[in-house]
């Protein structure tokens, strides 16, 4: 099947400093998603990207549509404590019609020490 | 109000039961997708509900089976758990259109199978 590799796997950060992390496909998507997941929760849409290039903020986090379509990174500027959890990258092969899932990377780890 | 319910939040059971898990959305959207988040976190897609139009991912064991009494429902059976079954299940509603190409995800419903 498709696979998204995300990357890093995991982050040890300090508070307050700048996060990255992508996702590069071999498949060309037509959306890109970015989400969160708390512990004990359900995965939290943060950005949704709907057309290459497309550069896209929310609050402290920016996110882009590769110009290939196979690729995407979040960047999350001054990381504060609540920051702490999964991020993961999704991607959606086929627009509009058709009751297909989300593809998933494995997820990114972040750990904000104090 | 939540958005996308599922019930019950933990479930402990033995080998060889069948078990349902029930999922509701009150967004008024049009698909639902059943997922599964495995121990390392990763995500994978086991069915998505249509219209009635169901397609299955192929790799899930027919011991699964979605059922939908109404578009605002989504039901996972399970029969006969294995020791494998055991991860977090998660439901997602999605909306048609573009905007729809995003998805919302429940709670999910923790199953441990002893």
């Known amino acids: 099947g498709q696979q998204l590799n995300q990357s890093p796997q995991s982050m040890f950060i300090q508070e307050g400093e700048d996060v990255s992390m992508n996702c590069t496909s071999s498949s060309i998507f037509n959306t890109w998603l970015w989400y969160k997941q708390d512990p004990g929760e359900g995965p939290v849409l943060l950005i949704a990207?709907?057309?290459?290039?497309e550069l896209t903020s929310n609050g402290r986090l920016t996110a882009q549509f590769g110009i290939t379509r196979k690729d995407s990174f979040l960047n999350i500027s001054a990381s504060i404590p609540s920051d702490v959890g999964i991020y993961f990258c999704?991607?959606?092969?086929?627009f509009g019609g058709g009751a297909d899932g989300l593809t998933f990377g494995k997820g990114t780890h972040l750990i904000i020490q104090p | 109000d939540t958005a996308v319910s599922q019930t019950p939040k933990y479930l402990v059971t033995q080998m060889g039961n069948d078990k349902s898990i029930k999922c509701e959305q009150n967004l008024g959207h049009d698909t639902m997708y059943w997922y599964k988040q495995d121990s390392k976190k990763f995500l994978k897609i086991m069915f998505s509900?249509?219209?009635?139009?169901?397609?299955i991912n192929e790799t899930v064991p027919n011991r699964f089976s979605p059922k939908s009494p109404d578009k605002a429902h989504l039901n996972l059976h399970i029969n006969s758990l294995e020791l494998g079954d055991s991860a977090v299940y998660f439901c997602?509603?999605?909306?048609?259109?573009?905007?729809?190409?995003?998805?919302?995800f429940g709670p999910g419903t923790r199953l441990l199978v002893l």
């Open positions: 990207l709907y057309k290459a290039g």
């Open positions: 999704a991607g959606r092969l086929i």
């Open positions: 997602a509603s999605r909306a048609p259109g573009l905007a729809g190409e995003t998805q919302y």
């Open positions: 509900y249509n219209n009635k139009e169901l397609i």
